[in-house]
């Protein structure tokens, strides 16, 4: 009983970190993508291309991800010529991922 306890009482802490990620927004993420394009969204090149894709992020500072590809297996001889970055919200496919982190494999 106490074990059992003890062992919930450690994975709350998981628990809330992985629901706060998930509840950030959009699609989550399945993973790591390679991205070709990588910058802040208040980036003007990173709002134009937005723009031509019908995507309005005003008011929003959050790293963007441009035409990513997911990485299904890490060391598996592949490699990202991009931008490695898991992110909160793949919501267009891959097209534009938004709310990123930079990752190192």
Do not use: K
């Amino acid at each position: 009983m106490v074990f059992s306890r003890a062992l919930i009482l450690a994975a709350l802490p998981l628990l809330a970190v992985a629901t706060a990620i998930q509840g950030r927004g959009g699609a989550p993420s399945s993973g790591a993508s390679c991205c070709s394009t990588v910058g802040q969204s208040s980036d003007p090149a990173i709002v134009s291309q937005l723009g031509l894709l019908g995507i309005i992020l005003s008011g929003l500072d959050v790293l963007v991800g441009l035409d990513c590809s997911p990485i299904t297996v890490i060391g598996a001889g592949g490699s990202c010529s991009g931008t490695t970055v898991t992110c909160t919200d793949n919501s267009q496919g891959g097209l534009v991922e938004i709310g990123c982190l930079p990752i190192t494999l």
